[in-house]
């Protein structure tokens, strides 16, 4: 990881912004948006469309393009997208990844002092706990706000999103926020990222479970649109029950948006939490193995619903 540089070490024009920005009040107009993916995508489109100066930057040119489209401007490189941002948003898929762009000595030197990073990704709790103790001592707040609800949510901007962090820091993002979705203040810096894989963990566990009800109930000759309306209106129900299964996995298009491989990102960030606050999780610990199991004989960028696909196989 790079160093990370010293106040006494910034270069004139970091300085000259320091004196321009030095307000950690500024409204928010401009916004650099780093990870045009999947959910970040359709977010930074939302915001160009509602009036934001949206800078992009990601390492795919098709979603740089994407943003072109949607009246954002595209930026060579991370450190360009954030000069002269007030506000920068992460969309990334790991805490390695947003470390790695966050604390590079090029972004950090092109980053006005005062400027708010958000991080909207699924990152790791108290890795993002660090974060942000690293980067408040260089006046740079952070908050986590990860978001629930899919890319259909992201399009529409009908996001749960779940902040940590810094009320007064939250009170000013959320005329932004409030154009992806219905942000709500969680805890302190992390609950957020916390609060998330907890809910991926549920979701996991619910949508293994469901599989397994609706392979036996199949087998035994129930049709299944029969069983989920029942379970629907009954205590079985779930997410997967009203949406993955009806939606993705019954008209087998599995394009649910989310990728196996976040999946089992957030479940492994679930457990760990749990592990680290010395509480056990066992049930969590075995959905994790399972979900493990099926990712390593699934495509490598298979999504989530397939694990329906891997539980047919192994359930013959
Ligand atoms: P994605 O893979 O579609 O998008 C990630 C984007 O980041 C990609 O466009 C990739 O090119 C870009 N990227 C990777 N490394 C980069 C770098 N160093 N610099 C700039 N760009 C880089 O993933 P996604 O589904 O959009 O998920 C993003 C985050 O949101 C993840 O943390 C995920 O767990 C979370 N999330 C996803 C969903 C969903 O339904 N897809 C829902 C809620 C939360």
């Known amino acids: ?17 320091l004196g321009r920005y030095g307000s950690m009040s500024r409204p928010i107009q401009k916004v650099a948006f780093i ?60 805490s390695d990844i947003v470390e790695s762009v966050i604390l590079s000595d090029d972004l950090l030197d092109a980053l006005p002092v005062g400027a708010l990073i958000i991080d ?9 706990l660090a974060l942000a103790e690293r980067l408040a001592s260089h006046q740079h707040p952070l908050i986590d706000a990860p978001v629930s609800g899919g890319v259909r949510g992201a399009e529409q901007g009908t996001l749960t999103i779940m902040v940590g962090g810094a009320e007064e820091a939250m009170e000013r993002a959320q005329p932004l926020l409030e154009i992806l979705g219905k942000p709500t203040h969680v805890g302190p810096t992390g609950a957020g990222h916390a609060l998330k894989a907890l809910n991926n963990l549920l979701s996991a566990a619910h949508l293994w479970i ?37 939606n993705f996995i019954l008209p087998e298009t599995y394009n649910s948006g989310f990728a196996l491989g976040l999946m089992v990102k957030d479940m492994s960030i679930a457990v760990a939490l ?43």
């Open 210 to 246: 469901t599989s397994e009800a609706m392979l036996v109930g199949e087998r035994f000759g129930i049709d299944p649109k029969v069983m989920l309306d029942a379970i629907n209106g009954s205590s079985g129900r779930s997410g997967s029950t009203e949406n993955k299964w009806p």
């Open 35 to 94: 990870g045009l993916g999947k959910m970040g995508g359709p977010m930074a489109s939302r915001l160009a469309a509602r009036g934001y100066r949206v800078q992009g930057s990601d390492v795919s040119p098709e979603a740089l393009d994407q943003l072109r489209k949607a009246g954002g401007a595209p930026a060579d490189s991370p450190a360009s997208a954030v000069a002269d941002a007030d506000a920068v948003i992460l969309m990334l898929p790991t």
């Open 274 to 316: 749990a592990n680290s606050l010395g509480l056990p999780s066992p049930l969590g610990q075995e959905s994790l193995r399972l979900w493990k199991q099926a990712q390593s004989e699934l495509p490598p960028n298979a999504d989530h619903t397939e694990i329906v696909k891997w539980l047919r196989i192994h359930h013959r």
């Open 120 to 128: 909207m990704g699924s990152s790791e709790p108290l890795r993002t």
């Open 1 to 17: 990881m790079p160093e990370f540089p010293q106040p006494w070490n910034r270069s004139a024009s970091q300085r000259r912004r």
